[in-house]
């Protein structure tokens, strides 16, 4: 079984900035994969917020329509290391975020039951 690792969560103030780290091992990014972020609030379900999608030839991005101009998914392969670059947060931002990993296919998916690496998960709390 693969383990991600999250680091970066916190708490900040609304229009704050965040980073997100999250360590990937190197066997799932030797060859084509997808990683993504998702989150999740109290009481409700698992939401995807960003992908990235490496197929060889082509790198494909997605964000959700609500953090699209303001969130920035990258990966440093030198490092083994996926981002999400957050910017200009909102209250409804709050929330426990987790990366995830396909070690089987590089297509990405909104649903977290394609994914078969998950981390821990870290707290972004984001005050009005």
């Known amino acids: 079984e693969v383990h991600l690792t999250e680091s970066g969560g916190g708490s900040v103030q609304a229009g704050g900035s965040l980073r997100l780290s999250c360590n990937v091992p190197?066997?799932?990014?030797?060859?084509?994969?997808?990683l993504a972020w998702f989150r999740q609030s109290p009481g409700k379900g698992r939401d995807v917020v960003a992908s990235?999608?490496?197929?060889?030839?082509?790198?494909?991005?997605y964000y959700v329509g609500s953090v699209r101009g303001r969130f920035t998914v990258s990966q440093d392969n030198a490092k083994n290391t996926l981002y999400l670059e957050m910017s200009n947060l909102k209250p409804e931002d709050t929330a426990l975020y987790y990366c995830?990993?396909?070690?089987?296919?590089?297509?990405?998916?909104?649903?977290?039951?394609?994914?078969?690496?998950w981390g821990q998960g870290t707290q972004v709390t984001v005050s009005p």
């Open positions: 990235i999608s490496i197929g060889g030839d082509s790198t494909d991005y």
């Open positions: 995830a990993a396909r070690s089987t296919g590089y297509l990405c998916y909104v649903s977290p039951q394609f994914y078969d690496a």
């Open positions: 190197a066997r799932i990014t030797y060859s084509k994969y997808c």
